[in-house]
C-alpha cells in the first residue's frame, strides 16, 4: 500500500507520528469510453480557451475566481500556510461515543500505520478507545481540504474516517411524506415480528458484491457472440393495499424459506 498522509496524532500533549493507508478499493469494473462509430478511444484534453491549444500539466495551476475576470493563483504552499497545523496533525479535540455518530456522516476510512518511534503511544491510544468504546473526533487537512473525522479501533489497527460536516447534510424536512396515517397495533405488532425474524448479527464477510461478477459474466457472453437475456421482474403490490396481509404473507414466506 502506498500512504497517501503523513503526520501525527495529537493526543493530549502525546503526539503520534503515523501515515494514512486508504482501506477501502473499488470493486467496480474499469470500462473505458469510446466513440460509439468505430470503437475508438474518447481522450480528454486540457485546452487553452484563449489559444484553443492542449495544456500541459505543468503549466496548469489553480485559481480562486476573486472578482470578474480576475483570479488570485492559489499555490501549494498556501494551503500549508492557511492552517499548517491541520495539515500536519489530526489534533483530537474531544472524545464521543461511536454509537451516537449517524451513519449519514460517515465517508472514506484510513488505517493509520505508527512510526517506529511511536508504537508504545499508537497502542496506548488504541487499547484506550476500545476499552471506553469511544472515538476521537478530529480536524485536518486532506488534497486542500478540511475534513472533520473519527479516529476508533478497528481490530488492531487505527482507523481515521472522514465524516461529513453538519451543512453538507440535506434537511430531510424538504421530503414530501405524510405521516399522518393510522397505524394499527395489529400492524405494529406484525412488522415487529417481521424485523425480529429477519434480525441477526451483523457479518459483512457474508456479502459480495455479485452485480459486478453478473456483468463480467455478461460481457464475457457477448465477447463470444451470445446475446443476454433480460429476466422480467414481477411488480410488487403497493403496501398500501392491504399492509397487514403483506406482512403476514412476508412472515409466512420466511418461515418457510
Known sequence: MRSIWKGSIGFGLVSIP????????????????????????IKFQRINENTRKEVPYDKIVKGYLYKEDNYVIVEDSDFEAAAPEKTKTIEIESFVDIASVNPMFYETSYYVEPDVRSNKAYNLLLQVLKKSKKAGLARFVLRSTESLCIIHP????????????????????????????????????????????????????????????????????????????????????????????????????????
Open 154 to 257: 478497528v481490530k488492531n489497527a487505527l482507523v481515521v474516517t472522514r465524516i461529513r460536516f453538519q451543512q453538507q447534510i440535506r434537511d430531510a424536512d424538504e421530503l414530501k411524506i405524510d405521516d399522518s396515517k393510522t397505524i394499527s397495533k395489529k400492524e405494529m405488532d406484525m412488522g415487529l415480528a417481521l424485523v425480529n425474524q429477519y434480525a441477526e448479527d451483523f457479518d459483512v464477510s457474508k456479502y459480495e458484491d455479485t452485480y459486478h461478477k453478473k456483468l463480467l459474466k455478461l460481457i464475457e457472453a457477448k465477447a463470444k457472440g451470445k446475446r443476454p437475456t433480460i429476466k422480467k421482474l414481477k411488480p410488487r403490490k403497493e403496501a398500501e393495499e392491504d399492509l397487514y396481509s403483506q406482512l403476514m404473507g412476508s412472515l409466512k414466506s420466511k418461515k418457510g424459506a
Open 18 to 41: 503515523m501515515k494514512l493507508y486508504s482501506a477501502v478499493e473499488t470493486s467496480s469494473l474499469d470500462l473505458d469510453m469510446l466513440d460509439g462509430r468505430d470503437h475508438a478511444h
